[in-house]
């Protein structure tokens, strides 16, 4: 009887064991973000992600933890440092609404332009454009070429729906 509880005892305790070992594989690989030491004066702790030392001590059922004066003034920089890259990312999202506001004006200019048609020139009439006044004349060409081209395909392709309406037309039915 007594080997029996002895048998049974040590199945507990392998089985405990192993769930303990297997929960403890289980768990994800988590950085500790604090370290603690006790010290004469209360605990100390180190934040691992920052640096920073933070003095703690018991006060009531509270755990009351003072950073050190090299602490806060990390903090300071940090919030410095955020303060001047905010004060940076304003002015850049200002400067691209402007130039978003000038665009939109002149892409709305350009659509109430119709007396000349569509200018793909960025710039205005007096400068000089993407492309030079040669290269503007030879875009023209090709651009006026493949319209007259297109005309001329989609002339020939109704010219064969009507014969091919008209075939179907004349043919007598059976």
């Not at 006060?59 to 003034?73: E, F, M, N, T």
């Amino acid at each position: 009887m007594k080997r029996s509880i002895l048998v049974g005892g040590i199945f507990v305790v392998n089985a405990l064991l192993g769930v303990s070992a297997v929960y403890a594989q289980s768990e994800p690989d988590v950085p500790i973000r604090f370290e603690m030491q006790e010290t004469d004066k209360g605990l100390i702790r180190l934040d691992t992600q920052t640096g920073i030392v933070s003095l703690c001590e018991k006060k009531g059922a509270h755990l009351i933890c003072q950073p050190s004066v090299d602490g806060i003034k990390t903090y300071e920089d940090e919030i410095t440092r955020l303060e001047v890259d905010n004060s940076h990312l304003r002015q850049e999202l200002t400067r691209i609404s402007e130039v978003l506001a000038v665009l939109t004006v002149n892409a709305n200019n350009a659509a109430k332009e119709t007396s000349n048609g569509l200018k793909l020139s960025a710039t205005s009439s007096n400068e000089e454009g993407w492309l030079g006044k040669e290269e503007e004349k030879k875009l023209n060409d090709a651009l006026e070429f493949t319209e007259n081209a297109m005309r001329r395909f989609f002339s020939v392709v109704e010219e064969m729906k009507d014969d091919f309406q008209n075939e179907d037309t004349d043919k007598p039915a059976n």
